[in-house]
């Protein structure tokens, strides 16, 4: 099966704290790209990161750093220090690259809340 | 054009009635996905378009449900005899082939069946 699994469904911290956004995946597939999304209130979805299956140096990008460790199936997301410009609703996503037929396979998200 | 456009932003229907929702995808972008998201859920795959390809409607959810993209580009997702369970957001992304590098969002299309 394909599938990605946000267990958290909502988060709340107060600004400055450090906040991890779980993401496990399964797929059958040895080439896979993996993805984090971000959706604002707004509502319109921005492309944060992608990984291809054969990298799994972590990334660090400012505040926000990635984790992916193919021996869990896992892609966590972290932000350092975080602001109210934060708060968004953030989706984990996997892309098989064979038997998935190229489409995006989102998680259900999860909701960030950045309190002042 | 610079982004993914979508028309309209909102769109209020009457049960039973049809609805036509556009999407212009990036200028260059061969590939085009239409998603739903319903209030407070995830993204639900509909259909995806890649070039010349026959469309992957593997996703749709009932025979109500069409999408057409003309020329490789604009692309229109047609609802017949709406119901009030299809109200929901309907988003459209394209990207370059096989969506590796990400997807480009439209801001979607907000749809409310009464």
């Known amino acids: 099966a394909q599938k990605v699994t946000q267990a958290q469904t909502e988060i709340s911290v107060v600004e400055k704290e450090d906040v991890t956004l779980d993401c496990v995946y399964e797929t059958r597939d040895t080439t896979y790209y993996l993805f984090w999304y971000k959706q604002p209130p707004s509502g319109e979805l921005v492309f944060l990161i992608r990984?291809?299956?054969?990298?799994?140096q972590n990334e660090i990008s400012g505040r926000y750093s990635w984790n992916f460790q193919k021996s869990t199936s896992s892609f966590n997301f972290t932000i350092t220090a975080s602001q109210v410009v934060d708060s968004a609703v953030y989706f984990c996503a996997l892309i098989p690259s064979y038997t998935g037929g190229f489409k995006t396979i989102f998680g259900a998200g999860t909701r960030l809340f950045v309190k002042a | 054009g610079a982004g993914v456009s979508q028309s309209p932003s909102n769109k209020v229907t009457e049960k039973g009635k049809d609805v036509e929702l556009r999407c212009d995808p990036i200028s260059g972008h061969t590939a085009l996905y239409w998603y739903r998201q319903s209030l407070g859920q995830g993204l639900e795959f509909l259909i995806y378009?890649?070039?010349?390809?026959?469309?992957?409607k593997s996703g749709l959810p009932s025979d109500r449900f069409s999408a057409e993209r003309t020329g490789g580009s604009v692309s229109t997702l047609t609802i017949q005899r709406t119901q009030q369970e299809d109200s929901a957001v309907y988003l459209c992304a394209s990207s370059f082939i096989g969506g590796a590098d990400g997807y480009t969002f439209g801001s979607g299309t907000r749809l409310t069946v009464v």
């Open positions: 378009f890649q070039g010349n390809s026959a469309p992957d």
């Open positions: 990984r291809n299956s054969f990298d799994e």
